[in-house]
């Protein structure tokens, strides 16, 4: 099973906006509107950010916001902060009763 | 609140078997999925399978057939991964977390166990 491909690094400077892209194909991420995406940070468990490509739960800042356009899927941080560095992990459904994660992509605050 | 709390780190012997628990609770159990996520020391996530708890229903992911068997016993709202023929490939922190209440396709996990570490090593 090979991984949605992420970026390994992204990085800004604060109060900058950046983009983290998730590419599948017409098999998973293109394919359905069941995209996830994970904010982990060092030592920690994963935390939910974005389910079904957009929606955000409660709680989570609405800095944060998803998209998805053919087999890519992205998230997208606005107002960038230091505390939003972290590895942020994308997750789809694949066709096959399999989900699938990304490699995982580390936001760097410069 | 809703809480997975999950069994202690354990170090096994390659071709040995480790059972990790996930204790549930601040919902109804049998009413969500319960997914297992593994990380490998500085590597990515990787999904192992599903179980559901109501139904004990369970889909494993293609890697893991026949060497994973998740299992539930509702009375304690507890969730078991049993991994067996451990390597030192297995070296990883397992996690447990909640998912969908009733479509299983979607990756909505929330929240996620606190992580056991579990080492194979001769």
């Known amino acids: 099973q090979s991984a949605l491909t992420q970026p390994a690094s992204v990085s800004g400077s604060p109060g900058q906006s950046i983009t983290i892209s998730c590419t599948g194909t017409?098999?998973?991420?293109?394919?359905?509107?069941?995209v996830s995406w994970y904010q982990q940070h060092p030592g920690k468990a994963p935390k939910l950010m974005i389910y079904?490509?957009?929606n955000r739960p409660s709680g989570v800042s609405d800095r944060f916001s998803g998209s998805k356009s053919g087999n890519t899927a992205s998230l997208t941080i606005s107002g960038l902060q230091a505390e939003d560095e972290a590895d942020y992990y994308c997750?789809?459904?694949?066709?096959?009763?399999?989900?699938?994660f990304g490699g995982g992509t580390k936001v760097t605050v410069l | 609140q809703v809480q997975l709390v999950q069994s202690g780190a354990e170090v096994k012997k390659p071709g040995a078997s480790v059972r990790v628990s996930c204790k549930a609770s601040?919902?109804?159990?049998?009413?969500?999925?319960i997914h297992w996520v593994r990380q490998a020391p500085g590597q990515g996530l990787e999904w192992m399978g599903w179980i559901n708890p109501y139904s004990g229903g369970t889909n494993y992911a293609q890697k893991f057939q026949g060497r994973v068997t998740m299992t539930r016993d509702t009375s304690i709202t507890t969730a078991s991964m049993e991994l067996s023929r451990l390597t030192s490939d297995d070296t990883a922190v397992y996690y447990c977390?909640?998912?969908?209440?009733?479509?299983?396709?979607?990756?909505?996990?929330?929240?996620w166990g606190q992580g056991t570490l579990v080492t194979v090593s001769s």
């Open positions: 601040g919902y109804t159990f049998t009413d969500y999925y």
């Open positions: 997750c789809s459904y694949r066709s096959g009763s399999a989900l699938v």
């Open positions: 017409s098999s998973d991420v293109g394919g359905y509107d069941y």
């Open positions: 079904d490509v957009s």
């Open positions: 977390a909640r998912g969908h209440s009733w479509n299983v396709q979607n990756p909505w996990f929330d929240p």
